[in-house]
């Protein structure tokens, strides 16, 4: 699992940071509409895998502290590679679905993306036709891949923490502590930006301000480069 999330920060960083850089580096900050799906194909796919696979990383976590004889047996070779699939095809079926929805929308007012990336938000934002289905599909898509996983993650922990203050020894107590520290951690850094961008979808009518689209703008870069970036650090 924790192999499949180095692999996803990788691709995550991977479909937005070049366009990022292209867009400083370059006179001309433009991209085609193909280009502009496809980045926001990839970015949208990896941003929803990542939130599911936390979710079964918390459920393995859960596994080990609260079942550790069985451990082995529950969480084999077979059961980790099917709940990494797993979260990869939820990631990608979703994304498919919200980009597909998104490229069937006219865009025929303004063409400028107030976003470093071509973030879905930022583009249903230029729809001048009604976005009503995107924003039912999004709030599926939130409980789906944002609210189910933190519950998961919330439930895990519960039960996890019980059966920690049940052991006797402060060592054994402090080692299972750190055990899910780190996953907690990510859990924070991740959960805590993209949930404020996607927990409440906004439809065209409440576009934000300009210092709303550039405070969203830097929670999405900070959940897209650093959170990715800081992860190896914080599994060290």
Known sequence: LLCNLSF?????????????????????????????????????????????????MALDRYMAICYPLRYPVIMSRGACVLMAAGSWVSGLVDSVVQTSLAMQLPFCASNVINHFVCEILSILKLACADISINVISMAGSNLMVLVIPLLEISISYIFIVATILRIPSTEGKRKAFSTCSAHVTVVIIFYGTIFFMYAKPKSKRSVGTDNQDITEALISLFYGVMAPMLNPLIYI
Not at 20 to 41: E, N, P, Y
Request: with cysteine.
């Open 8 to 56: 996803l920060d990788i691709c995550y960083t991977s479909s937005s940071v070049p366009l990022i850089l292209d867009s400083f580096l370059t006179i001309r900050k433009s991209v085609s509409f193909s280009g502009c799906m496809v980045q926001m194909f990839l970015s949208f796919a990896m941003g929803a895998t990542e939130c599911v696979l936390l979710g079964m």
